[in-house]
C-alpha cells in the first residue's frame, strides 16, 4: 500500500500538535481497517456452532506484545465510530492497560477481528494466524520507502505490506482481496477516516 498520502497528510495534521497528541501512522492503519471490515461484514464476527455469526459492531482486536514476553489482542470496541483522535486514545489506553495486567474480560472476549502490526519490530510483512472464532485477521508490516511507479515515473514513496489470512468456511481469497484493496483506498483519503 502506497502510504505517501497519508504520510504527508499525517505530517501535516501532527505538525501543530504536541508530542503527546500526535497521531501515529497505526491509527490510521487500525482506523482504515475498521472501516473496511464495516463495509465487508463478512470478515467481522465468529465461527460458533457451525455457523458465521457476522457482527454488526466492529470491535477490533490489536495485537499487543507484553513487556514481559506475550501476546494479547484486546479489543477496541466499535472503532469504526471513533474519530482519529479518540481512535488514537483508545489505542494508547489499550496498550498502556494490556502491559500493566488491567484489561477488561470484554477486551478479551469480543473482539470480532483482530490487527497485527509487526512494523515496530522492524518486519516488512507478515503472515498473521486467525484467532478463532474470529474469521480474519489483518497483518501490517513495516512502513518503509520503496520505488513505486506513479504518474509513469518511479519514485520513491513510503509503503506498507498489507496481508490477511481468512477461514474458508466462510470467505475466500477474492473477498480478502477486496478487504485489503479496500483499506488501501481509504489510506489514500486520510482525511476521510
Sequence with gaps: IDLAAASRWLEA????RSIT???LPATLLVKASALAL???PDLNGHWTEGAFAPSERVHLGVAVSLRGGGLVAPAIHDVDTLTLDETMAALTDLVARARAGRLKGSEMSEQTCTVTNLGDRGVDRTFP???PPQVAIIGFG???DAAVVADGEV???PVVTAS???DHRVTDGHLGGLLLRD???RLQEPDQL
Excluded: K, M, P, S
Aim: hydrophobic residues 50%; proline residues 0%.
Design 13 to 16: 495534521e501532527n505538525e501543530d
Design 155 to 157: 519514485t520513491v514513496r
Design 21 to 23: 497528541d500526535r497521531l
Design 183 to 185: 483499506i488501501d483506498r
Design 129 to 131: 494466524v486467525i484467532i
Design 38 to 40: 464495516q463495509a465487508f
Design 142 to 144: 513495516r512502513i518503509a
Design 164 to 166: 490477511l489470512a481468512g
